[in-house]
């Protein structure tokens, strides 16, 4: 295929982005309609994106404060480059009410977003020889920075049959003396996992064997439904030192925004030694983080919201997501092997024996996208070949019409001998 996304073995590159695939498919979009009118909108159910459907809008409190802390005149110069301290602060407190112990706010840095923590991290992780253990499938920003820091990359598999759990002996299997850390994903993206606290715990004892370090992805926080709930891997960072990551972009709705955290979730003070501290602190003299007049809001934003705005977040998820399992049933080559427990994402396995004239995932999205107008995300960007990534995170008549659709793609490109 000519569109920049296979290698030469097939495979996405790890230099390739989720937004930069998704922007090759609207551009085949954009090729493919010449100068005809379009009599179909577009559906996106690839980025995810809450902001971009109506039906998902911030607290009231968030956009309040930020236009008081901007008016007030009192945010306009330079913050602190570790975050400003009233900022720091709220979110220790925020973070500490889901952990058996209070964090300082000397734990927490400000960032500007979840990925530019992921960045930060690796690069203070790095060093010659260094390897750090990804999950596969996972959000390919790990895969990118660590190519550009030069930090090897070994993958373990997350088990669509045990609802996406780690595979711990894959762990123990890939880890040797230069593992630097293992990244952890909950809830998790692009699976829609919730680990129980018996897996984390099992997670975090894998790693004390291994001596080295979790990095906790919690960017999809407390966005968990059904019978798990959703609970911190700080809270077992007294048996392995636990770097957890995280901002307001999902919960809040304000993914633009870019106020995101890196916090020490690490009750026995590994990461409170004078140089770790001075390191870390030094490398955040190097960085810009997020507005000021923002990080002033934050107080007022993690203080202020209402539990009824997270309830109805929820609950437009979940309904979104019984739509998407509902339509997949009725649709022979799609199967979900989990429901997703949380997050706003969930992974489709792709039977490409029934189709016609579809050679794997990436052909898949490019020509559904340029029949149907709905893009979603080839599974190989995340890791996972012949799957695909469906959002659920959009209102019910789009993801309505948008199922709708992909159904009838795979019913045009049925194997006639199939049972379609």
């Given at each position: ?146 190519s550009f820091r030069h930090l090897e990359v070994r ?62 992805d919690e960017v999809y926080g407390h966005l968990a439904f059904g019978d798990t709930p959703f609970v ?189």
């Amino acid at each position: 295929m000519e569109n920049g996304l296979v290698g030469s073995e097939g495979e996405v590159t790890s230099r390739i982005t989720i937004k930069g695939i998704l922007s090759l498919i609207m551009e085949s979009i954009e090729e493919g309609d010449g100068d005809g009118e379009r009599k179909k909108r577009v559906i996106s159910l690839g980025m995810g994106d809450p902001s971009a459907y109506s039906c998902f809008q911030p607290p009231d409190v968030a956009p309040q404060a930020v236009v008081e802390t901007l008016q007030s005149d009192r945010f306009n110069g330079y913050s602190p480059t570790v975050g400003l301290p009233q900022a720091r602060r709220a979110i220790a407190e925020y973070l500490s009410n889901d952990l058996p112990y209070k964090l300082s706010p000397d734990d927490v840095f400000i960032t500007s977003g979840c990925t530019q923590a992921i960045d930060v991290v690796l690069s203070l992780l790095a060093r010659p020889g260094a390897n750090i253990l990804l999950p596969r499938p996972g959000f390919p920003i790990y895969n990118l920075s660590a190519s550009f820091r030069h930090l090897e990359v070994r993958h373990f598999d997350l088990l669509p049959e045990r609802g996406w759990e780690v595979d711990l002996d894959g762990i123990e299997s890939l880890a040797d003396h230069n593992t630097v850390a293992i990244v952890i994903i909950n809830p998790g993206n692009p699976c829609g996992n919730v680990y129980s606290e018996q897996h984390l715990k099992m997670i975090a004892e894998a790693a004390k064997k291994l001596r080295t370090l979790v990095i906790a992805d919690e960017v999809y926080g407390h966005l968990a439904f059904g019978d798990t709930p959703f609970v911190p891997m700080g809270k077992y960072g007294s048996i392995a030192p636990v770097l957890t990551l995280g901002s307001l972009s999902k919960r809040w709705i304000v993914p633009g925004w870019r106020l995101g955290w890196l916090v020490t979730t690490d009750p026995s003070g590994l990461f409170r030694k004078p140089k770790v501290v001075e390191r870390m602190t030094k490398y955040f003299d190097t960085l810009g983080g997020p507005a000021t007049f923002i990080q002033a809001a934050v107080p007022r934003i993690l203080e202020q919201t209402d539990e009824t705005f997270f309830e109805n977040t929820i609950s437009i998820l979940e309904h979104g997501l019984d739509i998407c399992c509902s339509r997949i049933k009725d649709i022979p080559c799609l199967t979900c092997p989990q429901k997703p427990r949380g997050s706003m994402a969930m992974m489709v396995k792709l039977n490409l024996s029934l189709l016609e004239d579809i050679s794997d995932d990436i052909d898949f999205c490019f020509k559904l996208a340029k029949e149907e107008l709905v893009i979603i995300l080839p599974g190989i960007a995340v890791g996972l070949k012949n799957w695909i990534r469906v959002t659920f995170a959009a209102d019910s008549s789009s993801l309505e019409e948008g199922m709708g659709r992909i159904k009838s793609f795979c019913l045009r490109h049925a194997k006639q001998t199939g049972n379609m």
